[in-house]
């Protein structure tokens, strides 16, 4: 199997170099300084520029504009994102010996419906009523895996099912590791959809426990990438303890998952990784534990992947509900593949650590992100908008833009930080800058707002918030070395 990781050049002056935001991320920046500066000048004199945070009832033209011709690019970059269609052609998972009783191994079923539906051309492999016990799925170019309402795809409770090792990420580090549940490697046209349910079982398997007893791996794995290891001797599976992903679809292009309902993840959810034109529509993840926690169960984490489109989904997790990564530390910058143009919108945020993140794998950069007509609601929700980074992350985050959203119920609104994890030594500085959010009603919080930045040197700069209004915060705003922050026409947030 072909494991060579890809690669595309990544330096600061390269926004979006195929839709032509380099013009645009400049522009916004000039716009933004410039109104930053005429405003304290006008206060104090030049020395006041250098001054964290600027304040006023109104909005300059120069920065109305800015903001505009931000949007302006959305359609542009939605444009290209294209679901893939399939022909008309039905694979019936019962008629390779599939039995829905929650007990047949399905197994050789799947696998024979997908090469049968990919040798005639493409088409739908349908899971119809009934529940299908099966082990690792392995989709193929031009298949549709779906599942009609009321069927069930249940997922095999034995680690033993997910072998052999393939390759993928593990919390952003390449290895080769047990297969994620659903996984595609290198093909074209794929597709997950239908109005059924998808059921990981990780509760009733000893994936969950892994989180504590694989630390020993995890700290192995990190190891490996820092020193440069070759990712095909980085070999877990049996006899290790990293959990596997639920869907990761690597180095695709064209995928749609859609409509379906995943619950019980052994981990990351939906994790597309190194792919091209995805679309994640009316998905449901509810991988929120009861009683008991789901550790690390994010629900949608496209990972150094170009053109996504994250539209109507309903997200209630035990860690990020949208969580945009591009690889970790030193392995991530090895590889080098940024994660950009991603859209979300739409969605529904219930529990989760964050609602829309960018972070904390930044090591390949992250940008041009647009989120739009989404609501948080829940008191389990610990940050509704959430940038996280850490010098030894390194990358960026820049280009992030928000707009028309409602966060009902949250316990931090805007949570944007440089030191993640508390981490505040490394040898890879990350940079945030850029980020634009307005016209967001924040209802019920604990707390506003926090940025915080690394140090006086190395800081998070170039945020807009405007027309933002905080209802309800009973905890002081922070904000630490930053620069050119701006607010317009906010209310709320204690920094008056």
């Not at 399939?86 to 696998?111: H, S």
Request: glycine share 8%; with cysteine; net charge positive.
């Amino acid at each position: 199997m072909l494991i060579q990781s890809q690669s595309r050049k990544n330096s600061d002056s390269s926004f979006l170099p195929r839709c032509g935001c380099t013009k645009l991320a400049s522009l916004f920046l000039i716009a933004l300084t410039a109104a930053f500066c005429t405003i304290v000048q006008s206060k104090s004199g030049l020395a006041a520029a250098v001054s964290a945070v600027t304040q006023s009832a109104t909005e300059s033209k120069a920065e109305a504009e800015a903001a505009a011709r931000v949007w302006a690019r959305l359609p542009e970059i939605l444009a290209r994102i294209v679901p893939p269609t399939f022909p008309k052609r039905d694979f019936l998972i019962t008629k390779f010996g599939a039995v829905g009783d929650g007990k047949t191994d399905c197994t050789p079923a799947f696998q024979k419906a997908i090469a049968a539906c990919q040798k005639a051309g493409g088409g739908r492999v349908v899971v119809p009523l009934g529940k299908f016990l099966t082990g690792a799925i392995h989709l193929k170019s031009h298949v549709n895996l779906h599942i009609v309402k009321d069927g069930t795809i249940l997922f095999s409770t034995k680690t033993k099912d997910f072998l052999p090792v393939v390759f993928n990420r593990f919390e952003s580090t390449e290895v080769m590791n047990y297969s994620p549940f659903i996984y595609a490697f290198g093909q074209e046209n794929i597709a997950i959809t239908g109005e059924g349910t998808i059921d990981g079982q990780a509760s009733k398997s000893d994936w969950h426990k892994w989180k504590d007893t694989g630390k020993e791996d995890q700290n192995k794995l990190v190891a490996m990438g820092d020193k440069g290891v070759p990712t095909k001797e980085r070999i877990f599976g049996e006899g290790h303890f990293l959990r596997p992903n639920f869907v990761q679809p690597v180095r695709c292009r064209n995928v749609l998952i859609e409509g379906i309902r995943l619950i019980d993840s052994p981990m990351w959810v939906l994790n597309p990784l190194y792919c091209t034109n995805v679309t994640v529509r009316g998905v449901t993840v509810d991988t929120k534990g009861t009683g008991i926690k789901a550790p690390n169960t994010d629900g949608c984490d496209p990972e150094s992947c170009f053109d996504v489109l994250i539209e109507n989904c309903t997200f209630n997790t035990d860690d990020d509900c949208i969580a945009i990564k591009s690889g970790r530390d030193a392995d991530g910058r090895r590889v080098n593949i940024p994660c950009e143009n991603i859209v979300i919108r739409n969605c529904h945020f219930k529990a989760g650590h964050g609602g829309v993140t960018a972070g904390s794998e930044t090591a390949a950069g992250i940008r041009n992100i647009f989120a739009e007509n989404c609501n948080f609601d829940s008191p389990d929700l610990k940050m509704a908008l959430r940038l996280k980074t850490n010098p030894r992350r390194g990358g960026f985050v820049e280009n992030f833009f928000v707009r028309n959203c409602t966060v009902d119920t949250a316990v931090t609104g805007i949570h944007i930080t440089m030191i993640y994890d508390k981490v505040t030594e490394g040898e890879a500085i990350p940079r945030i800058r850029n980020v634009d959010i307005r016209n967001v009603a924040f209802m019920k919080l604990k707390q506003a707002l926090v940025i915080e930045g690394l140090s006086e040197r190395d800081k998070v700069t170039d945020v807009v918030i405007a027309n933002c209004d905080f209802k309800s915060a009973d905890l002081k705003s922070v904000i630490t070395h930053a620069e050119r922050i701006r607010m317009i026409n906010v209310r709320g947030t204690g920094l008056d």
